[in-house]
């Protein structure tokens, strides 16, 4: 018996049901996600970094609002930082104001790797979503923006 099946059959509180639910659906498409980015060895936070370092246009990012924007809060955020450094994806700098503050950049090599990956992501999050039509697509994102309320 899977675990889908345990959730359907057995007589759980709803909340139950539903938080197993939203782990199970968390952990499927992020692997999924996981083995999209495989090929490219970009882990899918170094990813979350690289999107919100695009986002930016130019400007630079401390290691504060990274951490605000990604998706899964952590505090390696500079390991992660030093592992994109390290593939030539971010360049980082002393912030000419203040000394104590690290500025980082996507570099044109960064750019790149996202060009290539963002289409297989694209893939991957439709395959996540294909067996929903627009209308249950808008409804589950405001039902999950409401959960979080």
Request: aromatic share 2%; hydrophobic share 35%; proline share 3%.
């Amino acid at each position: 018996m899977t675990i889908e099946d345990v959730i359907q059959t057995r007589q759980l509180p709803l909340s139950r049901k539903l938080s197993i639910n939203l782990l199970l659906t968390a952990s499927w498409a992020t692997d999924l996600l996981h083995e999209t980015l495989k090929p490219y060895e970009v882990s899918l936070q170094q990813f979350n970094v690289l999107r919100i370092l695009r986002g930016q246009q130019g400007k630079p990012a401390n290691l504060s609002t990274i951490n605000e924007r990604m998706v899964t809060k952590m505090s390696n955020t500079t390991r992660l930082i030093d592992k994109l450094l390290s593939k030539e994806y971010v360049d980082r700098t002393i912030c000419p104001t203040n000394r104590r503050k690290i500025e980082i950049t996507i570099t044109q090599k960064g750019l790149d790797i996202l060009k290539k990956i963002d289409p297989k992501i694209t893939q991957a999050e439709e395959k996540i979503t294909a067996n929903l039509d627009t209308n249950k697509l808008e409804l589950l994102n405001t039902l999950l923006n409401t959960l979080r309320q």
